[in-house]
């Protein structure tokens, strides 16, 4: 199994920037993409990006250019950096972790799939983002 917990999350103005941590714990090893989403309130839950154990990131088209994701491998920590912040990025953001057994994790280990091959199987509780105008 395992474990994440998010943090970071903040009621900023406008156009500041906000870094959000996802700390995991467990099994990590196992783990060959992470990812950060988000869920406004009324709306559907979203993608914001993903990495994978390579570092290779992907990103929601329209969140390309103020998003970074990163990771701390030595920490097993997971980061969103979120810039030029804007009232629609007021959500619930959540972290989360694939988690593949060791037959599909030596597969992938040879293939380099990107992320969205697997579904992610572990969830955060999710940090809180409020941005005012």
């Known amino acids: 199994q395992v474990q994440l917990a998010e943090s970071g999350g903040d009621s900023v103005q406008a156009g500041g920037s906000l870094r959000l941590s996802c700390a995991a714990s467990?099994?990590?090893?196992?783990?060959?993409?992470m990812g950060w989403f988000r869920q406004a309130p009324g709306k559907e839950r979203e993608e914001v990006g993903s990495i994978d154990i390579w570092g290779r990131t992907t990103y929601a088209e329209s969140l390309k250019g103020r998003f970074t994701i990163s990771k701390d491998n030595a920490e097993n920590t997971l980061y969103l950096q979120m810039n030029d912040l804007k009232p629609e990025d007021t959500a619930m953001y959540y972290c989360a972790a694939d988690y593949l057994t060791p037959d599909l994790w030596l597969d992938a280990r040879a293939r380099r799939p990107r992320c969205g091959n697997f579904a992610m199987d572990y969830w955060g509780k999710g940090t809180l983002v409020s941005i005012s105008s």
């Open positions: 467990g099994d990590t090893h196992m783990t060959y993409c």
